[in-house]
Structure formats: structure tokens, C-alpha cells
């Protein structure tokens, strides 16, 4: 699935065929904040693989046993998708992200992760969306994934999802003033040590970063925000391993899922799914997901 491998890399997978118009699932966060202090201590990285390798995302405990993300970090899954919360995963490869048993070190598996897993990581069962649009329909996106866990979580507080219709009060005037806080596990955006000497997204380290967003356009399905750490009104955006992070509202409240950005070194605009529309939480609720009182 081109789109997943451009949205989540893991390890060493080349950033193939990334568009530089068209969205383009997202995938660190582009300036931003490394969170070793545990603030989003409810964000987790998740691991997987599908029929064409392995794969991470970002995800959020938004129950103890489960995590909201991205519908194109869950559709397609083979076996069970991993979850782990500690803010720092690795620094270089060969990352530690665990690996299936029949995966020879290409990142390849024909049955994905299955039984007990490695220490620090929770196991679960993704779940798509029904109405998932696989970025085809900006009218019906739906980008929109969860995964249950197979034990709890203690220890963790679940984040806030949104009440209905949370982000109509931020249409303009008031979106292009407003800071949106986004959260994740992507590729961090520097300059490379080798090769051409400019900024590009980077595959390691592996670890939480989160920073402020500024609100650009508001539709019935998605939040845009411009994920350029050079705007002087926020830090930053979300790159390719950010998907499926959430985006917290000036209030708190967990208010989209980070879905997709429009170019190759992550300095333009980011499309976050909502997560305050009733099409996604009429769908959270058979999981017993239901927005904060």
C-alpha cells in the first residue's frame, strides 16, 4: 500500500513516491518539543505489519483498553498491532521495535505480531473505520482507527475525546489565531549528517515530540493547520510517522487524529480528522468511547 508507506515508515523503509500536491498521509513532529517528561504520557507508538512490511504509527488511550488513530495505520493489519508509552523507543538502527516471528530482518511477515508480546508493549486488535474513504472522498475522509487492547492499562489516565462539535467555535476569524497542540512519534525534521546538507525528515531518533499548530481551515471531516516550524505563531507540524497522533484543542479536549501532510520535507499544510463529528464518535461508541461531559 504506497499511501501506508509513505504515511509511517519504520526503521530504514525508504520514503518512496511521496507526493509534493497531493495529500499524503502523514506520517515527528517538525520543530516541536521532545516529551521526556511524560506530559502525553497517553500517547503510545504502535507497530504493525501488512502484506507489504512493518510499520508505526501514533495512537492515544482514550479508554484503559482503547487507543484511537488513524484508519490507514489500522486497515489491513496482519496479526496484532503493538503498543508501547514510553517516550523514547531508540536513537539508531536496528530499531527496537519489536519484530514477527517469521520476519527475517527485512521487515517482512506473512502472519504480523502474534501472542505474547515483547516487554513494555501491550497487544490489541486494530479496527477500521466503516466508512473509511481510503483518501479518495474529502467528504466522507473518515480517517479514522482504533485498537483493543487485550488487557488494560493502569497507571495512564485516558485522554479527553472531544464533545460533538468541540472545533466549530474555532472557525475564523478565531482558527488562524488559535494554537492547536499536536503529538507523536514521527520523523524529526533536521539536517542530515551525510548526503545533501538540508533538512529532511529522519528516520531516527524514535521518540514523543509535541508542539503547537496553528489553525488554517476548517471543514465538516478535517482541521488544516500549517505544520511550518518557521511560523512564527506556533513551532510546528507533524511528519511522516505522526499518524494517527492526536491534536488537542486549547481546552484540553483530544479533537482530531493527524491524517495526512502535502509535501516531502513536512514545512506545508497537515490534514487532521476530526474526532468531533457524530459520523466518528457514533463509531467510538460500539467500543464504549464516548466524548468527555
Known sequence: MRKRLNAVLVGLVAMLGVG??????????????????????????????????RYRCSATLVTPTVLLTAAH????????????????????????????ADDAGDGISKIGYRGIPAAGWYSGTAYTHPEYSDFTDMGNWNDVGVVVLDQP????????????????????????KTLFTVVGYGTEVRQATEGPQKPTPQSYPIQRRYTDTVGQKLTPQILQVNGNEHDNRGGGGSCFGDSGGPT?????????????GYTANCRYIDGLQRVDIAVVQDWLAEFGVYPAA
Open 20 to 53: 509534493l500536491v497531493a495529500p499524503t498521509p502523514a506520517g515527528a513532529i517538525t520543530g516541536g518539543i521532545v516529551d521526556s517528561t511524560n506530559i502525553y504520557d497517553n500517547v503510545g507508538i504502535i507497530a504493525f505489519y501488512d502484506a507489504t512490511g
Open 73 to 100: 495505520c489500522t486497515a489491513g493489519t496482519l496479526g496484532d498491532t503493538l503498543v508501547n508509552f514510553d517516550w523514547f523507543i531508540d536513537d539508531a538502527p536496528p530499531s527496537a521495535l519489536p519484530r514477527a
Open 153 to 176: 492499562v493502569v497507571g495512564i489516565d485516558p485522554a479527553p475525546l472531544a464533545p460533538l462539535n468541540q472545533l466549530e467555535q474555532y472557525r475564523q476569524p478565531a482558527l488562524n
Open 248 to 260: 488537542f484543542d486549547p481546552a484540553g479536549y483530544l479533537v482530531t487524529v493527524t491524517s495526512y
